[in-house]
């Protein structure tokens, strides 16, 4: 089974090298491809590229994050795709164990796990601990799911493209449209993908004043929402979801490969640790 990684790339350089670095990490010794869609970058990104003769890269305008992660699926040939940014990393133990899981279970569309987050400079802020399979209702309210830490099979998007109108959040589109079609979801509990948060991510220096909304046909002050997030949250307590447990992961940081164990993760957002 082949897998692809397919990056949106754009002035990449800060973390560019070691995304590409986690990859061959994490992949060493599958069958896989690296898939970059550079919207033509002007720092230095297209230099470093053009240099790495295992990537499947190509540099040319483009629409937005969601045209250009288009562009590399529709040039991936793998049976399954990974989204992973420029300032995102894989963890190998997290993601062997998905893969195993699309290998052993042909009918799993999408597989998903916890998700570690970092600031830019590496150090660990907390462990996004997503634990509990989502119901088609959870997608209505939120998005359960972090885009680094979500496999899922071509299939998936050759019945629906990510949306080109959206800017910021045609990730959560189109993830709530794949539940409504009756996707069918996996989860290892191993960390698969490490977010950067930083100042330059397009969450934090434009999603507060963008105004777009997966969300607005959606009435989230219902009684029918409300119930929703009380079973969610039920559900994941259950599941041990707001327990703080052992995590161990590996990262790259300015060339270098780390094994980082963290005994009490935090697993509540702490907007002031964001980093620079």
Not at 60 to 68: I, L, T, V
Not at 99 to 119: K, N, R
Not at 211 to 234: H, P
Request: glycine share 6%.
């Amino acid at each position: 089974m082949k897998f692809s990684v397919v990056t949106p790339c754009f002035n990449a350089m800060r973390f560019l090298p070691d995304t590409v670095a986690s990859v061959r990490h994490a992949l060493a010794g599958r069958d896989y491809e690296h898939v970059v869609a550079d919207g033509g970058s002007t720092d230095g990104t297209v230099d470093f590229l053009r240099d790495q003769p295992d990537l499947n890269w190509r540099s040319e305008p483009d629409g937005g994050m969601y045209e250009a992660l288009n562009k590399a699926v529709s040039r991936a040939s793998g049976e399954v795709i990974g989204h992973l940014n420029t300032d995102e990393q894989y963890n190998r133990a997290g993601l062997q164990a998905a893969l195993d899981i699309f290998e052993s279970d042909p009918s799993v569309d999408a597989v998903f796990s916890p998700t570690v987050m970092v600031d830019a400079e590496g150090e660990f802020i907390q462990l996004f601990k997503q634990v509990v399979v989502p119901r088609v209702i959870d997608t209505h309210w939120h998005m359960p799911v972090q885009s680094c830490s979500l496999l899922y099979r071509r299939r998936c998007w050759e019945r629906e493209p990510y949306d080109t109108s959206y800017r910021l959040v045609a990730d959560h589109v189109w993830f709530r449209h794949q539940m409504e079609r009756g996707m069918k979801l996996a989860c290892v509990p191993e960390p698969i993908g490490i977010f950067t948060w930083h100042a330059d991510n397009l969450s934090s220096s434009e999603g507060k004043t963008s105004g777009e909304d997966a969300l607005a046909d959606i009435d989230r002050k219902s009684m029918r929402i409300k119930l929703a997030k009380d079973t969610y949250r039920l559900r994941k307590w259950l599941a041990g979801g707001y327990k703080p447990t052992p995590v161990r992961y590996e990262q790259f940081h300015q060339g270098k490969l780390e094994t980082h164990t963290v005994e009490r993760p935090c697993l509540k957002v702490r907007r002031d640790l964001r980093g620079g």
